[in-house]
């Protein structure tokens, strides 16, 4: 997979090579090893570009497994940073306190999901959640257009979504069908953003779910659908995605936070230490530039000193994909807990 956009103008290299993870332009040498998501790996792509310029002998490799694929690999101490398009599950958690593993989690920015169509696609402007739901439940029998509202064309439906090894997957089903992992299985998967991509630019008939940086690189290819989530509190019904709405929470329920996990032993190593810092230092400038949506300041800050402080464990209880949640929220009141904690 190719980054999002083709490069930083200079006045933004300029800027992050005046700031970044300790220590001096170059000092620092090793290896960094990240996978898992391919939402967040445009992100990652981004800042691992930017650091490995102030630090040219620190090789930082970044895979594309899916965020399940990739915990999978994290757990087994295969790599020392996961992306992740949704908190760490349950069982992911059970595993890791079995191999012994502690991780480290932080909240890198918010994405949405957008809901897409084929550009020739007339007869659909807005959908509400209750549609979706029908659409994508467990056993659905929604095949034609017609059948999810009658004044739709008697035309297929194709569904095109991520992978079940994708968090973008986890969260759409826990936020659309009320439960993580749940969906009817005829559609066409992948755990490639840009397959989806052509896949639905392809089909006059498709509808599908990206994250919206991908909908935002190829806005000529795809038209994108407004969500009402039935929530007068939210807007004036359909919202279309965009990063005042993600940001705003008026996009619901599709708007999410997006992470990466550390090993809390790797974030000892002075490589992983700084790279960890500088990504948590540039995420704000950075992830406007590949799509993203900027946590508020003082969440990068509170994100910041978790890592300082190696502060283990999920602000989500481990609990995996959650809705409506706001990062800051958690992490301030960790920070509130923790100092209450210290004598």
């Known amino acids: 997979m190719q980054r999002l956009t083709g490069g930083l103008s200079a006045a933004l290299v300029l800027l992050l090579a005046g700031c970044g993870g300790g220590g001096q332009t170059g000092q620092l040498s090793g290896l960094v090893r990240v996978d898992g998501s391919s939402t967040v790996y445009p992100l990652t792509e981004a800042v691992a570009e930017e650091f490995m310029k102030q630090y040219p002998g620190v090789q930082v490799t ?3 497994s899916g965020t399940g694929g990739g915990f999978s690999r994290f757990l087994r101490k295969e790599t020392d940073i996961n992306n992740a398009s949704r908190p760490i599950r349950p069982v992911e958690d059970s ?5 012994g593993l502690q991780y480290i989690e932080l909240p890198v920015a918010y994405d949405g999901l957008a809901v ?3 550009p020739q696609n007339d007869w659909v402007e807005c959908l509400t959640v209750e549609e979706l739901r029908r659409m994508w439940e467990p056993g659905s029998q929604i095949t034609r257009w017609n059948q999810v509202r009658p004044s739709f064309p008697d035309r297929p439906l194709n569904l095109y979504g991520a992978g079940t090894d994708s968090g973008t997957y986890d969260y759409f089903t826990a936020a659309i069908v009320g439960q993580e992992h749940a969906s009817r299985a005829d559609f066409t998967a992948s755990e490639d953003d840009n397959v989806l991509v052509q896949g639905v630019s392809g089909d006059p008939n498709a509808l599908g779910f990206i994250p919206l940086a991908y909908y935002e690189e190829n806005m000529d290819k795809l038209k994108v659908v407004a969500i009402d989530d039935g929530n007068p509190n939210n807007g ?13 929470g008026t996009y619901q329920p599709l708007s999410r936070p997006i992470f990466i996990y550390v090993n809390a032993e790797r974030a000892n190593d ?3 230490a700084a790279f960890v810092e500088f ?5 704000a400038v950075l992830a406007p530039e590949v799509g993203y949506v900027p946590l508020a300041a003082e969440a990068y800050t509170l994100a910041l000193e978790r890592f300082q402080k190696r502060l283990t464990g999920s602000i989500f209880g481990g609990k995996g994909s959650q809705v409506g949640v706001r990062v800051a929220d958690l992490l301030r009141l960790e920070q509130q807990s923790t100092e209450a904690n210290t004598p």
């Open 95 to 99: 595993l890791a306190r079995q191999n």
């Open 279 to 283: 990504y948590l230092q540039q995420a």
């Open 270 to 272: 002075p490589t992983v």
């Open 62 to 64: 970044v895979g594309i």
């Open 236 to 248: 004036e019904g359909c919202i279309l995605p965009s990063a005042e709405t993600v940001n705003n």
């Open 116 to 118: 897409v169509v084929h």
